[in-house]
């Protein structure tokens, strides 16, 4: 068996098929029960692709301390718990979800967050390896006995907290993106967690996450380059309902040739609370 190297964030499932015996790939099943309802909803969570660890940052993988959603944990934490699913620094690792492209942005911007480069989305997740035909299974993989040697290295700037995008909102050299759905943003529909305000940040852009994607798949370049073309001298600022489909936005700017991308970890589910006095418009 040889290694294989992840060329893009972006992989599709006949690469993956073609390289799913390679020593150092790692197949992560990040998939979490969308909060709001998405166009396509998948197959039952009961199938799998061969070889998947499972990757829950909403129970597990997370910040403990802090009751707010699926929060980033330390260095330290992610670091151990990596290494207990047995990957190592030289892993090649695909992430992939049971939706399409939904919670999987997330566990990428996670790994990269660590500094960990060698890693993808599988384009369509499990609906699109099914479609093409691969096989499945009905179990997921068990951690391995042997610890892998991973080891976190934190990149300044991909996570921010609301002090930085607070700045940001009334800075000309940044864009704050929220990647909730339109009525959302406008507060004409409720939020799906209890005690949060409705609207949104003042001079936020809305780009709802549905908007970067086709047929559960990321758009094409050039689609994804007319999305962000207004924006392409700023640094980028996403925010969703609690930092997970903002990371779709991330990998959508990504895959269109931009840099400077930060998520803002608490997204609507820290801002929006009631007891924030974090300002909130309707307009």
């Known amino acids: 068996m040889t290694n294989v190297k992840i060329p893009n964030s972006l992989v599709s499932v006949q690469f993956l098929a073609e390289n799913l015996s390679a020593e150092n790939l790692i197949v992560l099943d990040a998939s979490m029960k969308p909060v709001t309802p998405v166009a396509n909803t998948g197959p039952a969570a009961t199938r799998y692709i061969p070889n998947s660890l499972r990757f829950d940052f909403d129970n597990e993988i997370r910040d403990h301390n802090t009751s707010l959603p699926h929060m980033m944990p330390s260095p330290e934490f992610f670091s151990d718990e990596m290494q207990k699913m047995g990957i190592n620094k030289n892993s090649a690792i695909v992430v992939y979800d049971n939706v399409g492209v939904y ?40 951690k391995p006995e042997k610890r892998g040697d991973f080891i976190s290295q934190p990149q300044d700037g991909m996570f921010v907290d609301s002090s930085i995008v607070l700045n940001a909102l009334n800075d000309d050299n940044f864009s704050v993106m929220d990647a909730r759905s339109e009525g959302r943003f406008k507060g004409l529909e409720p939020e799906p967690r209890e005690s949060l305000r409705g609207g949104h940040m003042p001079n936020a852009i809305n780009i709802p996450f549905s908007s970067v994607l086709e047929n559960g798949m990321l758009k094409s370049k050039p689609g994804l380059q007319s999305i962000f073309e207004g924006y392409k001298n700023r640094k980028m600022i996403f925010s969703c309902g609690s930092g997970v489909t903002a990371c779709i936005l991330a990998l959508a700017a990504e895959q269109a040739g931009y840099q400077n991308l930060s998520v803002y970890d608490g997204s609507w589910s820290e801002w929006g609370l009631a007891s924030s006095k974090l300002p909130v418009t309707m307009d």
Request: zero cysteines; hydrophobic letters at 50%.
């Open 103 to 142: 919670a999987s942005p997330r566990a990428w911007w996670m790994f990269r967050a660590m500094g960990h480069d060698q890693i993808a989305v599988l384009d369509g997740g499990l609906p699109a390896w099914i479609t093409a035909g691969y096989e499945t299974v009905t179990q997921l993989k068990e």
